[in-house]
């Protein structure tokens, strides 16, 4: 079975300040993807990065950060210099055989100005 | 980036009603996907897809059905609604390249229900 944790709720920031949402993941697979979305306030999921289980290269996009560690089972996300555009709900989400993907409980950004 | 559509963005129905929400996506994707969102934030995977004339219950027991006539075409219907049904509901779709996988879900804008 998969499992996909994500164990803070909810996060408040200042503008500017840096924020790192933690995921912890469990599947038996050796071949899984891993995923983050964003689900602002309007309501739509919006697909932020997939990584493989064999690559554990960090990724920077922009402001964003994604650090994957096998070797504990995460698959962090940082927002470098918040801003207020970046509140909204976030998911990490697992896929390794059988195709569905597993969200974790999603983590709410509050961004003050 | 997968183009989805869902409507209604928003339904306030009366219990007892018969509704369909309609998800189409424009990307020939093969594979689509209804999750149910509680007002808590967690998704739940209540129907999928994986080609014309395929449809499988999810992980969330759900009274709603769906039907998959066109590849495009993803609706699903509540013959009665319930109160209980309130919720978002949101639609997705992915494709396949060749490893079972690979595939990324797109997500459409979500169909928020109110059942009075």
Redesign the interface.
């Given at each position: 079975a998969q499992k996909v944790t994500q164990a803070q709720t909810e996060i408040s920031v200042v503008e500017k300040e840096d924020v790192t949402l933690d995921c912890v993941y469990e599947t038996r697979d050796t071949?899984?993807?891993l995923?983050w979305?964003k689900q602002p306030p309007?309501?739509?999921?919006?697909?932020l990065i997939?990584r493989?289980s064999f690559d554990e290269q960090n990724e920077i996009s922009g402001r964003y950060s994604w650090n994957f560690q096998k070797s504990t089972s995460s698959f962090n996300f940082t927002i470098t210099a918040s801003q207020v555009v970046d509140s909204a709900?976030y998911?990490c989400a697992l896929?390794?055989?059988g195709?569905?993907?597993t969200?974790g409980?999603?983590t709410?950004v509050l961004v003050k100005p | 980036?997968a183009d989805i559509y869902q409507t209604p963005r928003y339904l306030v129905i009366g219990t007892g009603k018969k509704i369909t929400l309609e998800c189409s996506q424009t990307m020939g994707h093969d594979?689509m996907?209804w999750y149910q969102q509680d007002p808590g934030?967690?998704?739940h995977?209540i129907h999928?897809s994986?080609g014309v004339n395929s449809t499988e219950k999810?992980?969330l027991s759900s009274e709603s059905t769906v039907s998959r006539i066109r590849t495009e075409h993803f609706p699903l219907t509540l013959e009665s609604a319930r109160p209980s049904h309130t919720s978002?509901y949101?639609c997705?779709s992915s494709e396949?390249p060749g490893s079972?996988?690979?595939?990324?879900?797109?997500?459409?804008?979500?169909t928020?229900l109110t059942v009075l």
């Open positions: 071949t899984y993807y995923f979305y309007s309501g739509e999921l919006v697909f997939r493989n709900v998911f896929r390794s055989a195709n569905k993907l969200f409980g999603g709410r | 980036e594979k996907y934030m967690e998704l995977l999928y994986y999810g992980d978002q949101l997705a396949q079972p996988s690979t595939d990324t879900q797109y997500f459409g804008p979500g928020r």
